[in-house]
């Protein structure tokens, strides 16, 4: 069976018999972008201005008129003006009777006005219907298209001022730069021209104590970067921990190891025994 009428149309478009005019008000960037939009779905488009022939970069096929020419040509009109340039509406009452007015426009701020734009509009030109409509759509929006523009969705900004996560980036950088710092320091050491050019005590303090404290901004380093990620299930793949989380087993594992052995009651013995100390005859039997 053979599809007649509107059937056999793409989906966007309406036949010529079902043609309707719309008239808009204002020719600026969401009244054009309006516009475009409605003449490819197959409207008529006519547009009010105040000064019909300076107006340009209108899309093709709309006639631009003055805005009692204009309102006589169709029932519905769309106000795509600012609140601000409503007054000239008051000259068009009796054009403007029993019409449908289409009130786009938003205020700058909340509670800007005692009565909403839509309102103010119908008090302004009585004997007209007034709607609100597409004053969710940017021009953006319809000069785009659905799928582009909802990618243009504002990020959130943070304010700078807040400071409750600002110290963890912060210290993740510093202990990063101080941890690559004494690293460098370490190799440095180790090539053979500078180490034969210090004594025993500095090449030991350098690869023993500056060892460790580098061990330990670079723990540091990584625990902070990894954060309050360590024990969430899931960042887990695969029940797997993270590449992050395995990198600081040994280095946790040889800081707990020489926490314990500065202890007092476990270094002193380990220093007597460096120094020679060996238990008495009698104990040893």
């Known amino acids: 069976m053979e599809n007649t009428g509107t059937d056999t149309l793409p989906l966007n478009m309406i036949s010529s018999e079902e043609q309707e005019t719309v008239c808009i008000f204002g020719t600026g960037d969401f009244g054009r972008s309006l516009a475009f939009k409605m003449l490819q779905c197959g ?94 759509i940017s021009a953006w929006a319809l000069q785009s298209g659905a799928l582009d523009a909802n990618r243009q969705a504002i990020a959130k900004k943070e304010n700078p001022f807040i400071t409750s996560q600002a110290w963890l980036s912060d210290s993740y950088l510093s202990l990063g730069i101080l941890g690559f710092f004494f ?3 370490l190799g440095i050491t180790s090539l053979p021209s500078v180490s034969n050019m210090v004594n025993w005590r500095e090449f030991r303090f350098v690869q023993s104590k500056l060892g460790y404290v580098t061990l330990i901004l670079c723990t540091a380093h990584t625990l902070i970067y990894g954060g309050d990620r360590f024990l969430k299930p899931s960042n887990l793949k695969w029940y797997l921990p993270l590449a992050h989380v395995l990198a600081l087993i040994i280095p946790c594992t040889v800081l707990v190891i020489k926490f314990l052995l500065i202890l007092p009651c476990i270094d002193k013995p380990l220093t007597r025994i460096r120094q020679g100390w060996e238990r008495s005859s009698k104990l040893s039997k």
């Not at 547009?47 to 020419?69: D, K």
């Not at 006005?113 to 409509?133: D, H, I, M």
């Open 43 to 136: 409207y008529s488009i006519v547009f009010g201005s105040r000064n019909p022939r300076t107006s340009s970069l209108l899309p093709s096929g709309a006639e631009v008129l003055s805005y009692s020419e204009a309102a006589q040509k169709s029932d519905i009109i769309i106000i795509a003006v600012h609140r601000d340039h409503y007054d000239f509406l008051t000259a068009l009452t009796e054009v403007l009777r029993g019409k449908i007015l289409v009130d786009v426009s938003n205020n700058l701020k909340i509670n800007q006005y005692p009565e909403s734009n839509a309102e103010y509009l119908a008090q302004l030109v009585p004997g007209t219907r007034v709607v609100k409509a597409f004053n969710t």
């Open 183 to 185: 690293f460098v320091l």
